[in-house]
């Protein structure tokens, strides 16, 4: 089986996609023994099994990846590819052709549905076009919201999925009359952190007397943003920017901190339901968590999670505080959102039915 990326995995803003991509390839290689992936970085094409190069050669264009891409499908005798979709133009749709008429059985994986308003697409036209050819040479795509078809295509609807080894369980900490938000995230637009802040200075200006911390972790076009308001609102001392953290920095960061903050500014891109990784991973930490949009991996039986609505208000911290003093009442909170992982969030049970699609 052949993974297709168009990404360079190893590229600043990258980790989280290169995470995700290693942890389906090794679900997929409980089912099936043979399983590499491919990442462009420096007009080099990559064909890769976890951090060994199997073989590389020189491209400048996407035309050009996928011209070596039919020939290692063919040279590593691989019948079967998983795309992570990168638009559309007129080589991936010829790319398609080819795979269909070779007989390799494919899924399409979109990572998000809609993307249109996103800002990253550089050719909006020319997608728009060839992406209403694709169901001429895919049967079966996936993506992480509840759609039956997408683009005329059969879709798999999945959740996104954690490497639970990846991610230690944190410790607790114990009340100490300071409440310690944290986020860990790329610094987008549609994550929404401004939220918090203008929360936070509603607090303050209100009369609020409780100790509130904030701890951005994460670099992206938003920080300068982010660090504006919270000089303009006096909020030095409550929030704090880190830049990107890994190993045992992130692991001390999140033993230190109460709560998580995932996604909440969706409304901006006009997405209302999605399955996040940043939310599965806080589970598995073991840290509750607070978000605003529909995610299908949680629901109301899922007491360590707390929802906020899909728009631009402020986030309120006098509810914050009501849903922190709900989770520190003495209950084992870590360990049932481990077992909770455990039971709903590895890769292995989300991608079974890609696997019996291919089977």
């Known amino acids: 089986m052949l993974y297709i990326c168009y990404e360079n995995l190893n590229g600043r803003g990258f980790i989280g996609i290169k ?19 491919t990442m462009f970085a420096g007009q080099i094409l990559y064909l890769m099994d976890n951090d060994l190069v199997i073989d590389k050669e020189f491209a400048v264009t996407k035309q050009m990846c996928n011209e070596i891409i039919l020939k290692w499908l063919i040279k590593y005798d691989l019948k079967k590819t998983y795309i992570r979709y990168s638009l559309s133009d007129l080589w991936f749709v010829d790319f398609l052709k080819e795979l269909k008429k070779n007989k390799i059985k494919s899924v399409l994986e979109f ?13 909006p ?5 060839y992406r209403e050819e694709l169901y001429k040479y895919i049967d079966c795509c996936t993506t992480y919201a509840k759609y039956e078809m997408v683009f005329n295509i059969p879709c798999i609807p999945l959740l996104n999925g954690v490497d639970i080894e990846d991610q230690k369980e944190k410790k607790y900490k114990k009340k100490d009359g300071t409440i310690v938000l944290l986020s860990v995230s790329s610094l987008v637009k549609w994550n929404g952190y401004e939220r918090i802040i203008q929360g936070l200075n509603n607090y303050y200006i209100s009369g609020g007397e409780k100790n509130i911390v904030y701890n951005i972790v994460g670099n992206g076009d938003q920080m300068q943003y982010y660090k504006r308001i919270t000089r303009e609102y006096q909020l030095e001392e409550h929030v704090f920017f880190h830049g990107r953290l890994e ?13 998580a903050i995932g996604s909440l500014g969706f409304y901006k891109i006009d997405l209302w339901t999605n399955s996040s990784i940043k939310l599965g991973e806080y589970c598995a930490r073991g840290i509750p968590f607070i978000y605003g949009y529909e995610d299908p991996l949680f629901s109301e039986d899922n007491y360590f999670r707390y929802q906020v609505p899909n728009d631009e208000v402020p986030v309120d911290m006098e509810q914050i505080i009501g849903f922190y003093n709900a989770m520190y009442d003495g209950r084992d909170f870590i360990n049932d959102m481990r077992q909770y992982a455990l039971l709903h969030l590895t890769w292995d049970k989300i991608l079974q039915p890609v696997m019996d699609y291919f089977i």
């Not at 990572?111 to 550089?122: M, Q, S, V």
């Not at 190993?247 to 709560?259: A, P």
């Open 125 to 129: 036209v020319e997608d728009k076009y």
């Open 19 to 37: 995470k995700k991509v290693l942890a389906q390839c090794q679900a997929f290689k409980k089912e099936f023994d043979t399983v590499y992936y």
């Open 111 to 123: 990572p998000t549905i809609p993307y249109d308003n996103e800002g990253w697409i550089i050719r």
């Open 247 to 259: 190993g045992q920095e992130l692991d001390d960061i999140y033993n230190k901190s109460d709560l």
